[in-house]
């Protein structure tokens, strides 16, 4: 059973900060991860994607991937009380052609004013 | 990315009907689309894989009998909950497949209430 672990939460900070997110995944043969933004009530939308090591930066958001460790991350800069979300990882299965993903549970993210 | 519709957004049904939801995927030609079930303060739970022009492949435990998926193009897959159950209700969430890129875009969802 191919697992992502990210800690629930809340991560708790002030608005202005970097908050930062982690996750962990047990597939060796991923090649593809994402971090989605869920809202409560609402459907995720996709984030960030990130394929090689290394990091990858697209406004305030950054990714960061260590397929060794097999570790990605996200870091939200100069957070805003509108971060405040869910942030899920998923993370692509090799068994699958690499189509389906694996989601973590995710973590609750709060940014307070 | 892919902008994805679902209707109904939201559906309240009498136990023992059937509804069906539709997802589209509007300026994107989907081969492969994914239906999942997320229930309130629970993680996503895919449920089925729906790829166009052949049958759905469902997860384990998920009753292919009970969750009626078709995929009749490459912008439409439909799912229908057949004799619907308190137990049904939930949020349903289609995505499609980027298959050069691997993403997965998520429609709004239908919030399915089953009395």
């Known amino acids: 059973q191919k697992e992502v672990e990210q800690n629930s939460g809340p991560l708790s900070v002030p608005e202005g900060a970097i908050a930062s997110l982690n996750c962990t995944y047990s597939?060796?043969?991923?090649?593809?991860f994402f971090w989605y933004r869920q809202y409560s009530g609402k459907s995720p939308e996709l984030i960030m994607s990130?394929?090689?090591?290394g990091d990858k930066e697209d406004g305030r958001f950054t990714a960061q991937l260590n397929k060794a460790s097999q570790y990605v991350s996200l870091l939200i800069r100069d957070s805003q009380p509108s971060d405040s979300a869910t942030y899920l990882c998923?993370?692509?299965?090799?068994?699958?052609?690499?189509?389906?993903?694996?989601f973590g549970t995710g973590t609750r993210l709060l940014v307070s004013p | 990315g892919a902008v994805v519709s679902q209707h109904p957004s939201w559906v309240i049904c009498k136990s023992g009907t059937s509804v069906k939801i539709e997802c589209r995927s509007l300026?994107?030609?989907?081969?492969?689309m994914f239906w999942y079930r997320q229930f309130p303060k629970q993680s996503l739970m895919l449920m089925a894989t729906?790829?166009?022009?052949?049958?759905?492949?469902?997860e384990q435990g998920v009753e292919k009998d009970k969750f009626l998926i078709n995929h009749a193009s490459l912008t439409l897959s439909t799912l229908t909950v057949t004799s619907a159950h308190p137990e049904d209700s939930s949020f349903y969430i289609c995505?499609?497949?980027?298959?050069?890129?691997?993403?997965?875009?998520f429609g709004p969802g239908t919030r399915l209430t089953v009395t």
């Open positions: 998923a993370v692509n299965e090799e068994n699958t052609g690499f189509q389906k993903l694996v």
């Open positions: 597939d060796r043969g991923s090649q593809s």
């Open positions: 990130i394929y090689s090591n």
């Open positions: 300026d994107f030609q989907a081969t492969t």
């Open positions: 729906s790829n166009e022009g052949s049958k759905a492949t469902y």
């Open positions: 995505t499609v497949l980027a298959e050069s890129s691997y993403e997965q875009y």
